[in-house]
């Protein structure tokens, strides 16, 4: 059972002979009665504030919640992302890498296509060259019998000259006088 400062204030007491001083009982309960009272009031007031002490302390912890999840979010975010990155890093050395390589292949196919056209080219110059040393020779041939076919006709115009022959054929002649032959 809880006492109030009333209750206090309007105890009875049995009424004895050589009892204690009435007044002075009376002063001594209403003190304690409002002594009484004022520590009720504080105990009210202190509870209030623990209320609102114990709220707040709920709300710091809600709050303290939410930043905890919101930093693991963050953090997870964050690792997320770092991972992300170093897979898109990764995606691109690798396309880099093929990119180069087929490059490098490329280039590869193009130097031995050059090399094998320049190959053709020296083959088709060799060619041309000994054709063209060949068409030399035969021509430097042809010249010598055509000199030489002179000589004898020199020769033999010397020695008799025929009626018909109104020219000779002299050696600083120009090619263009000498009539084209076959070639050998």
């Not at 110059?125 to 041939?141: C, G, H, P, T, V």
């Amino acid at each position: 059972m809880r006492i109030t400062p009333l209750d206090i204030r309007k105890q009875p007491f049995k009424k004895v002979l050589r009892g204690f001083d009435k007044d002075a009982v009376n002063s001594f309960l209403e003190m304690v009665a409002n002594e009484y009272e004022k520590i009720i009031k504080q105990n009210d007031e202190f509870a209030t504030k623990v209320k609102v002490l114990q709220g707040r302390i709920e709300e710091y912890e809600k709050i303290e919640r939410t930043l905890s999840e919101t930093l693991l979010t963050a953090q997870r975010a964050t690792d997320e992302a770092r991972l992300n990155a170093q897979k898109e890093a990764e995606l691109i050395i690798k396309d880099a890498q093929i990119r180069s390589d087929k490059y490098e292949d490329q280039s590869r196919q193009n130097v031995n296509r050059l090399e094998g056209e320049l190959n053709s080219l020296k083959i088709q110059r060799d060619s041309f060259l000994a054709r063209f040393q060949s068409m030399l020779r035969d021509q430097l041939s042809l010249v010598e019998i055509i000199s030489d076919s002179i000589k004898d006709e020199k020769s033999s115009v010397k020695t008799t000259k025929p009626a018909f022959a109104k020219k000779s054929f002299h050696p600083t002649e120009t090619m263009d006088e000498v009539p084209p032959q076959p070639l050998v």
